[in-house]
């Protein structure tokens, strides 16, 4: 009987260990302090149209990060919606996603495309991604799937 509840533990350690990383949140780029994105509001990007730096008194923890805002108002909106201001691939450089790496990004190389906020590690690779958006977000969707965990 011990034996055989050590097994069916086993067992369930096991397939835990195993689904655990299938079933967690993505991995986002953070700062050494936890912030996301470099502590850039992520809905200015969508409202303002700009990268705006976020205010240490307007943040929401999200993912195991800390995401800054303008506003408290930006704020509410994110925590209200943050699948639709979360930007992609965790907020790695989307075009190195692409390539099958992560890489960290500069926050002022950004682009909404279909509603979805991409960074990029610098301007250069931002007009490379923009050269054609949908074979990268194909391309990125399918690394991404392989290395957000890594």
Same mark, same amino acid.
Request: overall charge neutral.
């Given at each position: 009987?011990?034996?055989r509840?050590? *097994?069916?533990?086993?067992?369930i350690?096991?397939? =835990?260990?195993?689904?655990g990383?299938?079933?967690?949140?993505?991995?986002?780029?953070?700062?050494?302090g936890?912030?996301? =994105?470099?502590?850039?509001?992520?809905?200015?990007?969508?409202?303002?149209?700009?990268a705006v730096?976020?205010?240490? %008194?307007?943040?929401?923890e999200?993912?195991h990060?800390?995401?800054?805002?303008? *506003?408290a108002?930006?704020?509410?909106?994110?925590?209200a919606?943050p699948?639709k201001?979360? /930007?992609?691939?965790?907020?790695?450089?989307?075009?190195?996603?692409? %390539?099958?790496?992560?890489?960290?990004?500069? /926050?002022?190389?950004?682009t909404?495309?279909?509603?979805?906020?991409y960074?990029n590690?610098?301007?250069l690779?931002?007009?490379?991604? %923009?050269?054609?958006?949908?074979?990268?977000?194909?391309?990125?969707?399918?690394?991404?799937?392989?290395?957000?965990f890594?």
């Amino acid at each position: 009987m011990i034996r055989r509840l050590a *097994s069916v533990m086993a067992a369930i350690v096991l397939v =835990v260990g195993c689904l655990g990383p299938a079933l967690a949140e993505g991995p986002v780029n953070m700062t050494r302090g936890g912030g996301a =994105v470099r502590g850039y509001d992520t809905v200015a990007y969508h409202t303002m149209a700009a990268a705006v730096p976020g205010d240490p %008194q307007f943040t929401a923890e999200w993912l195991h990060a800390t995401w800054y805002f303008v *506003s408290a108002e930006n704020r509410d909106l994110f925590v209200a919606d943050p699948d639709k201001y979360l /930007p992609a691939y965790g907020g790695y450089c989307a075009f190195a996603v692409a %390539q099958g790496v992560k890489v960290g990004i500069d /926050p002022a190389a950004w682009t909404i495309f279909e509603g979805r906020l991409y960074l990029n590690e610098s301007d250069l690779t931002r007009k490379a991604w %923009q050269k054609d958006t949908p074979y990268y977000i194909g391309l990125a969707d399918r690394h991404w799937a392989k290395i957000k965990f890594e």
